[in-house]
Structure formats: structure tokens, C-alpha cells
């Protein structure tokens, strides 16, 4: 007898050490994520990212532009054009994997609706206000943190599919353990040897389980933790009437929520873990709570995307907070035949560190010349990028910005396909058709062409180029396009505003101010810069005396070799 209550007491020592060292170390994890809360507001994030985030991250877009196929989404090619993974990584100082999906999806899907913007608008206005429900709500999501290796898409879009004799041995086994403490009340010696062979048993059976089901296992508990985040949030009190959809789309869908009143979210608690192997918790819910995700599938995916939405709007307060200054874009809607504008006042890029600002109104299209490296390209991507950050999240890095509504398409950083087998040209000119193709009556297109038709010769690229070019300006669209081709700048000077970029040769450097001015430009580089670069002085002298021939009369001298 005394052994067993020397057995008893050291075991409930040891309970009573589990128990303590749990509530350390949750109340240790707590403040960290309050501290981490506070030192990021208003910074650049300082997220990581390996490879295959980003194929993650977009799987919320990936999976509603399937389901929303007539929706206007940013088409890969623009995206890529301009960089705008890393735009989103520079804004992205979301909590949750539903916060930073959300903001990529956001990115991606341009408001053609003043007041869709202005619901976003007042949504960050409360945040930026209301610091200690910003600050609960996202304590809140930083509890379901980011697993970008989890694929809770095939739980919020595709068909769900389990076996459900397996949970019958499944709700045996667990009743068991119950069964032994029952026993050890009445027969401490006959209870512990009976407590410990179920609990290996159960060991074994959840371990085998748990291999068949790892994935699966996880996701629902990240389910189940977006539930009971989401009933804490709906629980705050308002923030501007979305508590109330939240709380709608969780009448369903709390259900799951109760089916975790068993389950230890936090895998670093022992005592947690030993609750779920000896009761076999996560398989014994799996088959319950699979059984509501199938059925409130789209209240379920109503949830993720409105706390999804929390996130991407805190962190957008955040982003703006961030940089040097920043304007609430306004907007006109234009239809064919009206004026298409876009005008902004001291523009800048928001992936240059100390940028060059430009200002400018137009109201039809723009044809840009400079030399190499003279500021053309970012410039082209400045206006592209603001123009899709002032449709999407409300916020233009500019301090004024006014346009039309505009579908944006760029064709600019194409490269050859091998595995397609195509030349640089065929890539070239089935990017500019596709938006040729896009042009319709109803929204105007805001074109970005750097460099058109650079992938064939020179006298076949200038004559498609002015008929392209010409297209496109006498089309529903303002296009901005980038070419070194001065004949175009007079070709077209009866439609297109002629704008250019500079530089300046002094000695043996050449320094660029990347501001843009009004018309043409007329300085040249690339014969400088081959002798500033150390060619041999008959090469550089040759090649200007050549290209001062051509530029008066008309024609190419042709070689003689030496």
C-alpha cells in the first residue's frame, strides 16, 4: 500500500510539473507574440520565404479565379512583368496563412466599383483607429499562423472523400483508458498495469493513424483553430458590421469549434499530447468534423476569407505606415468614346530605396525615349504597379493620383521559350495581342509596352509598331510605351505625347537624373558608353562617324575592312 501511494504521489508530482511548465510556456509563447506585434507595426515585414511560398501563398487565387472565371484577374504575364511577388512580400506583414492568401488574392483582382474600394477604405480607417481591437484580432490570427505547407484549399473547394468504418475501432480503443482509471479507483495495481498496456495500444493505433492521416490530421486542426478564431473575433464587438457577417457564417461552422473541446491545439504541450494519444482525439473527431467541413463548405470558406480580409487590411495600415507618403487614389468611370485618364503628382516605385518621384497628366497615350538605363523601364513599371495598388488596396505612392478605371496589362520582361520552341518575337507578339484582344466598349485598358516589337529588324519593327501603336491608341486604352526607335516619336507625334528621359556625360561618367520631360529625346548613349568602357578609339570614332551619315542622309555607309 505504501509503494502506491508513493507511485500515486509521484505521478501526480509529475502531472503537476506538466501542468506548470504548459502554462510557462504559453504564457511565454502570448508574449512574444504581443512583442512581435508591437516591433513590426509600421515596418518592413522581415518575413522569410523559401521556395514553393509563393506557389503556396496563391492557392486561395488559384483555386477562385477557377471558380470565379469571369471575373478580371491580373494575368500572369503582368504579374511577372512587374515583380509583383515581391511587391506583395514588401506589403505583406500579415499574422495567418488566411491573411497573407487574402492579400495575394487581393492583389490580383482590381475593384471596378468606387464603393468596394471605399468599403475597404473605412474597414482600414477602423483599424488604423482602433488599436486594442487591432491588436486582439491579431493576436488572435497569430495563433493560427502561417503553415504554407498545408493545403486547406481541398477542404474550402474540392469534394471530400474518408472511410468511416475505420472510426468504430477507433471510438473502442478510446474508451478504454476511460475504463482503466475507472478500475484504478477501485484496484490501483490492476488499473495502472490495465491504463498502461491501453495506453500503448492506443500509441501504436494513433501512431499508424496518424501516418495515414499527418496532413489530413493537421489541416483540421488549422480548421479548428480558425473557427474558434473566428468565434473570438465575432465576440470583440463591432468592427464596422463585419462581426455580424462573421457571426452568420458561423453558425454552422461553430460546430467544429465545439468538436475541439478536446483538442490540444499547441503540439509543444506534453500534457496535450498525451490527452490526444490516450483518448485518440484527432482521429476520433476526424471523421465528425470532415463530415460538417463537407457540408458548410461555403460558410467554412466564408470565414477564411473574412478573417483573411482582417489581416490583409491590418496589414495594409501597416504598409501605408511604412513609407514616406502615400494618397487615397480617386477614380472616374470611363466608357468608350469618354476621356481616359490618368494623372499623378510625385509617383515613385515602392522596391527602390530613395526613389525618383515624376508627376504627370495624361489623357491619351504616351511615347517614351531615352537612352540606356535612363529611368524608362521602372518608370513604365511605377505607373503600371500604382495603377494596380490603387484598384486593389486603396493606396497610391504618390501624393496625388487621379484615373479612370482601367483593366491593366503590361508586355515587357518577355524571354525566349525553349520548351515551347518559341523565338523572342513570337513571344513578343502574342503578348501584344493578348491585349489587343482584351479591348472592349465597357473598361478601358491602361497598356504598358516597354521596348515594342524590339525582337525583329528595323524596318519591319517600325512599320508593324506604328500600326500596333496606333491600334492601341485609337482603342478604348491608355498605353505608355518605351522605345528607342526615334522614327516612331515622329511617325506618331499626331497621337501619342511625346515624353523622354536624360542623362549627362561629364568626363568619363555618365550620370541620370530619372525625371521625365516633355518630348523627345535627342541625345544618344550607347556609342559614349562603348568608350567609356576602354573599346579602342577607331570603333568609337567610326561607329559616330557612321551614325552622324546615317542621321543626314538616310542611308548606311557600307564596311570596308582595313
Known amino acids: 500500500m505504501p509503494l502506491d501511494i508513493t507511485t500515486g504521489l509521484i505521478i501526480l508530482a509529475v502531472l503537476a510539473l506538466l501542468v506548470a511548465t504548459a502554462v510557462y510556456n504559453n504564457i511565454k509563447n502570448n508574449n512574444r507574440i504581443r512583442s512581435h506585434i508591437k516591433s513590426s507595426w509600421g515596418k518592413a515585414p522581415e518575413i522569410k520565404y523559401k521556395p514553393g ?29 512587374l515583380d509583383m511577388d515581391k511587391i506583395f512580400t514588401r506589403i505583406n506583414n500579415t499574422c495567418s496563412s488566411p491573411g497573407e492568401e487574402f ?21 482600414m480607417e477602423f483599424f488604423d ?35 468511416p468504418w475505420k472510426f468504430t475501432i477507433y471510438r473502442i480503443l478510446s474508451v478504454l483508458p476511460i475504463i482503466c482509471f475507472i478500475i484504478l479507483t477501485i484496484n490501483f495495481s490492476i488499473g495502472v498495469t490495465l491504463l498502461v498496456l491501453s495506453f500503448l495500444t492506443n500509441i501504436i493505433v494513433y501512431n499508424i493513424a496518424k501516418a495515414e492521416l499527418s496532413i489530413e490530421l493537421e489541416s483540421i486542426s488549422r480548421i479548428i483553430s480558425l473557427v474558434n478564431c473566428a468565434t473570438k473575433i465575432a465576440s470583440i464587438g463591432d468592427i464596422c458590421g463585419y462581426e455580424a457577417k462573421l457571426s452568420d457564417a458561423l453558425i454552422n461552422v461553430s ?93 515613385f516605385h515602392p522596391l527602390i530605396k530613395d526613389p525618383v518621384s515624376n508627376s504627370l497628366n495624361a489623357s491619351g497615350p504616351v511615347l517614351i525615349t531615352g537612352s540606356n538605363a535612363s529611368g524608362k523601364s521602372t518608370f513604365l513599371k511605377t505607373v503600371a504597379i500604382n495603377a494596380i495598388l490603387a484598384q486593389t488596396i486603396n493606396t497610391c505612392l504618390c501624393r496625388e493620383y487621379n484615373s479612370s478605371l482601367f483593366k491593366v496589362y503590361t508586355s515587357m520582361a518577355l524571354k525566349d521559350s525553349l520548351d515551347n520552341n518559341e523565338s523572342y ?6 503578348s501584344l495581342k493578348r491585349i489587343l484582344d482584351s479591348f472592349n466598349d465597357d473598361l478601358p485598358c491602361l497598356c504598358i509596352v ?43 507625334e499626331n497621337i501619342f505625347n511625346n515624353y523622354h528621359f536624360q542623362e549627362k556625360i561629364e568626363g568619363n561618367e555618365v550620370t541620370f537624373d530619372y525625371k521625365l520631360y516633355e ?44
Open 129 to 163: 483607429k482602433n488599436i486594442i481591437i487591432r491588436d486582439k484580432i491579431q493576436f488572435l490570427l497569430s495563433k493560427i499562423g502561417k503553415n504554407r505547407s498545408l493545403n486547406l484549399a481541398n477542404y474550402l473547394f474540392s469534394a471530400i472523400n474518408y472511410i
Open 53 to 81: 511560398d509563393m506557389e503556396s501563398i496563391a492557392k486561395l487565387y488559384n483555386n477562385l479565379s477557377k471558380k470565379e472565371k469571369d471575373r478580371f484577374y491580373i494575368d500572369n504575364i503582368t504579374w511577372n512583368d
Open 103 to 123: 492579400l495575394y488574392y487581393l492583389l490580383r483582382i482590381p475593384n471596378f466599383m468606387a464603393n468596394e474600394l471605399d468599403e475597404k477604405e473605412k474597414l
Open 519 to 562: 518630348g523627345r529625346a535627342y541625345s544618344r548613349n550607347a556609342i559614349k558608353l562603348l568608350k567609356l568602357l576602354g573599346y579602342d578609339d577607331s570603333i568609337v570614332n567610326e561607329a559616330e562617324n557612321r551614325a552622324s551619315y546615317f542621321t543626314n542622309e538616310g542611308i548606311w555607309k557600307k564596311y570596308n575592312s582595313v
Open 425 to 430: 518575337y513570337i513571344a513578343e507578339i502574342k
Open 450 to 492: 516597354d521596348e515594342v516589337l524590339r525582337g525583329t529588324n528595323t524596318v519591319e519593327r517600325i512599320a508593324a509598331s506604328t500600326q500596333v501603336l496606333g491600334y492601341m491608341a485609337s482603342s478604348n486604352s491608355v498605353c505608355f510605351v518605351a522605345t528607342h526607335d526615334i522614327e516612331l516619336t515622329h511617325i506618331l
Open 255 to 347: 460546430k467544429i469549434g465545439k468538436l475541439s473541446y478536446s483538442v490540444i491545439q499547441n503540439s509543444n504541450d506534453p500534457i496535450g499530447e498525451t490527452v490526444k494519444i490516450a483518448l485518440l482525439v484527432d482521429v476520433m473527431n476526424y471523421e465528425k468534423i470532415i463530415k460538417l467541413v463537407a457540408r458548410y463548405q461555403d460558410d467554412l470558406l466564408k470565414v477564411y476569407m473574412t478573417l483573411g480580409l482582417f489581416d490583409s487590411m491590418i496589414s495594409i495600415v501597416s504598409y501605408r505606415k511604412s513609407i514616406s507618403y502615400y494618397c487615397i487614389p480617386k477614380f472616374t468611370q470611363s466608357k468608350k468614346g469618354e476621356e481616359k485618364f490618368i494623372n499623378f503628382k510625385d509617383i
